[in-house]
């Protein structure tokens, strides 16, 4: 690193506007800000845009947080740092920090020259405990979540939410209780990721790293997000940076079935809505969800749901007809 800064240098002004800390960055340093704007409860939500002119990193020392911190990574990247673990977060990643014991040292690495977009969320214990478990406290409670990972690609509908948080700080648009409820949106996408480990005993799991199980959820959704032409296990295994391996039995661990019959699943319930519009064809929905051979598709679909597809279009029109 060229230079290292505490982060209570990086700014030299301090701006107090209904309990907003607007921080405009040292021009020393680089181009840019840093707002901290108050949420309900305690939380808070800091929003962030820096270009250095130098690698710089902030960092602080003996951090004992009671609640839990999630960054979305709107553009740029960031090696964050928690006593020994390093990992990198890349644009439209999300990564997760929850402390359960005192961290001694906490720093964010910046590139020189590189524009950097964040928004950060500090959760207070308080305002998770007040929601209780619809916020998922039971979850994140659990020793296995504690620390600092990379929780991989949020949705597209994060995406949008997130820049529309953005654009509302950077303009000044919403009120203290307005930012609060699109913070607790946000959280809420997040929180389906967690949702879906339920069910998983973490105990009894060979995936011994939380790091590892976010990885297979990110492969999850990008299978959802992309069953028409899905990469091969291999190179979604690379994509997600995790080994085949540790994909493939992570995957059925967590879904209770492999990553192949998962996106037929997918593909299948896919073709069902698609059959449902009378006006598509077999080969038309068959291509439509991804499959290059309309017999093939029609003994996956007989295979899933009893009938043919074109039984089940024969049987869907023959009950309109008798309402």
Known sequence: MHQSHQSRDISQQVKQDVGRQHYQINPDYGQGWIQISPLISGSSLVTMSFTPKYDIEIFEQDIKHSGLGFTLCLEGKVECIADDVKIMVSEDE?????????????????AKGINHKYLTMHLSHDWLTQCGRSLGLAIINDRYWSGLYNFGKYSSQTKLLASTVYQSVLNNTVNHHLLSAKALELWSLQLEKFQKLEKFNVTTSSLRKAEDVARIIQAEQFIRENYQSPPNLLSLARYIGINDNKLKYGFKEIYQETVFSYLRKIRLKRAKELLSYQCYSISKVSLDVGYTSSSHFAVAFKKAYGLSPRDYQRQLLNTAKQE
């Open 94 to 110: 999300s990564c997760f920090q929850r402390f359960q014991s005192v961290c001694r040292y906490g720093a964010s690495r910046f």
